[in-house]
């Protein structure tokens, strides 16, 4: 499977802008700039891509092994905080911290936390982050509640 997306951009870093498509048509000319990454103006920017890469296929590969273990969770809700940091005359991203919030029947915390920690290290976006990742992991309710 291969799956791909581009990236145009006219004009300097600091001045210059862009957009992003991605092949599927959900990215279609997204702007990206150099104040949509570091200032706040509207538009995109590669962390938060790459959060959402990382959130989405963390909780999808969480709902397979949940799946896989026996149990059906009603809810997971994931958040992915990546950090931009200084590294020589660039940035590397040296974090992405996973918060993860989960509704599941019939599971107790150290099973929930146990098969979660397995779908971050089998997650192929963990695998190719070069960082550091966190997760912080939550059932939002008693495993009588069903």
Partial sequence: MIRKATAVWHGTGRDG???LSSESGVLAETPYSFRTRFENEKGTNPEE??????????????AFGLQVAGFKPTELSTQAAVTLEPEGKGFRIG?????????????????????ASEAEKNCPVSKVLNATITLDAKLVWSTSEG
């Fill in 17 to 19: 802008s862009g957009h």
């Fill in 95 to 115: 974090k992405s911290a996973l918060t993860l919030r989960g509704r599941v029947p019939n599971l107790d915390d150290t099973e929930f936390a146990r098969i």
């Fill in 49 to 62: 891509l790459i959060a959402a890469a990382h959130a989405g296929c963390f909780t999808m590969a969480l």
